[in-house]
C-alpha cells in the first residue's frame, strides 16, 4: 500500500484503507434476473476534507473475461462519524440516491498501516424517481482482506426479501499495472 497523504485528516484515518483505485471481477445474480460476471473500477480519494470521495462503474463481461457493455455506475461519500460510526451516501443514474449508516472496524495494524478492516452498512433512506425499479433495502460489507477489497451486497427489490445480489473481489489497480 502506498504511504498516506500526510493532509489526510484524522476523521478519515480509520478508513484511509480504502484509498485508492480497485479493481477486479465480480458476480451478479437475484431471483429476478440470470446469473451474470462483472468487471469493475472503484476510486476512492481525498482532498484533505473529512471525508472520502467514491466512484463505481462496472460492465457486464462475457465467458472470456472480455467486457460487453456498461453497467451500474455509483458515486458517493464515505462520512466517518464518532464511535467508528460511518455514513455512506450513494448516487445513481438509474433513479435512486441512498443514505447508508454503519460501521467501520480496524482489525489488523501493522507498522501504522492498515492490513484488515471492515465497514458494515444498511440503507436508512432510499429515495428513487417514478421511473426507478422497486427497490427497498440494502446492506453493503466491504473488506480489506489480504491487501484485498472485497465486498457484498445484498438488497430488497422488486417484491423480493433481502437476498444477495452482488460481490466483488478487487485488487490495487497499481499492483496490477506492476504485475501486468
Partial sequence: MPPLPSSLPEAVLPLSWLLGSWVGVGLGQYPTIEDFRFGQEIVVANDGRPFLT????????????????PLATETGYFRPRPDNKLEFLLAHPSGYSEVWLGDVEVLALETAVITSARASLRTDVVARTDSAKLYEAGERLYGLVNGELMWTFDMAAMGQPMTNHLSARLKPAEALDVEG
Avoid at 55 to 69: C, P, Q, Y
Fill in 54 to 69: 467514491y466512484a463505481s462503474r462496472s460492465w457486464l463481461l462475457d465467458e472470456d473475461g472480455n467486457k460487453v457493455r
